[in-house]
Nanobody, 115 residues
Framework: QVQLVESGGDLVQAGGSLRLSCVASGIRESIYTMAWYRQAPGKQRESVAVISGGGTNYVDSVKGRFTISRDNAKYTVYLQMNSLKPEDTAVYYC??????????WGRGTQVTVSS
């Protein structure tokens, strides 16, 4: 059974940093794209950062503050978040898309940034 488990979410003051991790298990195919999404209360889920063979891509609001990276051998994706702002408060989800275009989601980790 495929499982994606996020970790690293926490309560942090504005200006602080967090590093999120997402580890996948049970996947028996190569992963082409890994991504982080977030969903704030009352808002739609949005893509935050994506990493694939073509490089990385970020939503404008996090450019220069967040960095996505991956370890293919460990089926793991990371999100380094610096200079956090209260508007970064959300549940953060990881997503992985395989070479056969199967999509897998984690259950999320809460990030809360206090002002």
């Amino acid at each position: 059974q495929v499982q994606l488990v996020e970790s690293g979410g926490d309560l942090v003051q504005a200006g602080g940093s967090l590093r999120l991790s997402c580890v996948a298990s049970g996947i028996r195919e190569s992963i082409y794209t890994m991504a982080w999404y977030r969903q704030a209360p009352g808002k739609q889920r949005e893509s935050v950062a994506v990493i694939s063979g073509g490089g990385t891509n970020y939503v404008d609001s996090v450019k220069g503050r967040f960095t996505i990276s991956r370890d293919n051998a460990k089926y793991t994706v990371y999100l380094q978040m610096n200079s956090l702002k209260p508007e970064d408060t959300a549940v953060y989800y990881c997503k992985m898309i395989s070479q056969h275009l199967n999509s897998y989601w984690g259950r999320g980790t809460q990030v809360t940034v206090s002002s």
